[in-house]
Nanobody, 118 residues
Framework: QVQLVESGGGLAQAGGSLRLSCAAS????????MGWFRQPPGKEREFVSS????????AYAVSVKGRFTISRDNAKNAVNLQMNSLKPEDTAVYYC???????????WGQGTQVTVSS
C-alpha cells in the first residue's frame, strides 16, 4: 500500500503562484510514476501532470503547459507541483496519485483545494 498526502493548497490571486507537495509513505518504491489530477467544481477529474520515477519523463495537460512544473524528490518520497501564472480556471481540488505501471494510477491522496480569484 501507498499513502499519499497533499499539502500547499489555498487561495491565490490570478497571476500568482502556489506550490503543491505530495508526501508518499508505505511501499513508495512501487510508484513507477506519480501524477497530479484536478477536479474543478461541477466537472470531472482531469489530468494535470505526471513524472516517472527517474524524473526524466514528464507530461503536462495543454491547459497548464508552460505554467506548471512537476518535480520529484525520491529521497524524500515527495512530488511537487509548482503552479505559476494561475488563472481562475485553475480552481479545483488537486489530487496526487501513484501508478505502479504506465497504464493506470493505483493510489490516490485525499486532495487539496486550490482557489484562484480574479
Amino acid at each position: 500500500q501507498v499513502q499519499l498526502v497533499e499539502s500547499g493548497g489555498g487561495l491565490a490571486q490570478a497571476g500568482g503562484s502556489l506550490r503543491l507537495s505530495c508526501a508518499a509513505s508505505g511501499r513508495t518504491f512501487s510508484c513507477y510514476k506519480m501524477g497530479w489530477f484536478r477536479q474543478p467544481p461541477g466537472k470531472e477529474r482531469e489530468f494535470v501532470s505526471s513524472i516517472r520515477r527517474s524524473g526524466d519523463s514528464t507530461a503536462y495537460a495543454v491547459s497548464v503547459k508552460g505554467r506548471f512544473t512537476i518535480s520529484r524528490d525520491n529521497a524524500k518520497n515527495a512530488v511537487n507541483l509548482q503552479m505559476n501564472s494561475l488563472k481562475p480556471e485553475d480552481t479545483a481540488v488537486y489530487y496526487c496519485a501513484c501508478g505502479r505501471g504506465d497504464l493506470k494510477y493505483d493510489y490516490w491522496g485525499q486532495g487539496t483545494q486550490v482557489t484562484v480569484s480574479s
